[in-house]
């Protein structure tokens, strides 16, 4: 994360806390169980008195931000203070709101219009989801936490990270978010960060975004049809089909984005995520885009 804010950057995150009550089979980002709050928590009412007023967003992420119960309320009441005008996405598991409506409530009193929340929704099958994440239950919790944050009005961005565990449900999960989510205001399909836990899982989670492409084409189109407002995330331009290049979002962090030296040459890099710097394996489709006309 980054020690100061630059109104330049894609990725200005307050980063608060490296606990987290999930286990992701892949996260880019393992948890530890010491109690960290009170120095991430100076430390960001810092970097927050020193953003420009006209900072455009800003980031709230961990590990799992809502285990600091009401002191991130007291946190997002700061930057309200501080940054009226700027947007604030907060990435959570969301199950703090499961069982707590009076957290929703005051989540969306004081994130007064301009938050919204990045929630993960790993599979339309309960299994599957509590699988990635090690905790039974979490998928139910979730659930409930997305229906409760609906109540109250909050924004939210649903985040589906494609692994070899769930790329086969792909096909289902449009038809589930529409029937039992249709309130989400934005689906997010991302690519692996090959870092973190992935390393340690490498044989049930790593699988090359080249294999799932057919499964993912399918999810995006159907999402599109329906008009719900689907992205994809973190997943360069040579190993998509040209049809979901309008998807692709120019994603990756920009303190942790790299172009592979082949990439120098391809045509669309201008328009490409790129790839992540901290992966330490990529797709065997990594390739430059060069059309006949441009090639000698």
Not at 100 to 109: D, M, P, S, T, W
Not at 197 to 216: C, F, G, M, R
Not at 232 to 249: D, M, Y
């Amino acid at each position: 994360m980054r020690d100061k804010i630059d109104i330049q950057s894609n990725d200005n995150a307050l980063f608060i806390t490296s606990q987290c009550n999930n286990r992701c089979v892949m996260c880019c980002q393992p948890p530890l169980r010491h109690n960290d709050f009170d120095g991430y928590f100076i430390k960001n009412k810092a970097l927050i008195d020193s953003a420009p007023k006209n900072l455009p967003s800003i980031g709230i992420t961990g590990g799992e931000p809502t285990l600091l119960g009401n002191r991130l309320l007291d946190l997002i009441q700061y930057i309200r203070e501080k940054l009226p005008d700027t947007e604030i996405h907060l990435l959570t598991n969301g199950r703090a709101f499961a069982d707590n409506k009076a957290y929703a409530r005051k989540l969306a009193e004081y994130g007064d219009d301009k938050i919204m929340l990045g929630i993960p929704l790993h599979s339309d099958c309960s299994i599957e989801h509590d699988a990635m994440t090690q905790v039974k239950g979490s998928f139910d919790e979730t659930m409930l936490g997305l229906y409760n944050l609906d109540r109250y009005g909050v924004s939210i961005e649903l985040r589906v990270v494609i692994t070899k565990m769930n790329y086969q449900r792909l096909p289902k999960i449009p038809n589930f978010i529409y029937r039992n989510l249709p309130f989400v205001e934005y689906i997010s399909l991302m690519g692996l960060e090959y870092t973190g836990y992935t390393i340690k899982n490498h044989n049930a989670v790593w699988i090359d975004p080249l294999d799932y492409q057919s499964e993912l084409e399918i999810a995006v189109k159907e999402l599109n049809n329906w008009q719900m407002n689907v992205s994809v995330f973190n997943l360069s331009r040579c190993v998509l089909p040209k049809t979901l290049w309008p998807f692709a979002q120019k994603s990756i962090s920009d303190w942790k984005n790299v172009y592979a030296e082949c990439c120098q040459v391809c045509q669309e890099q201008s328009e490409c995520c790129g790839l992540f710097a901290t992966s330490k394996i990529q797709s065997r489709g990594i390739k430059p885009i060069i059309d006949e006309i441009g090639q000698k």
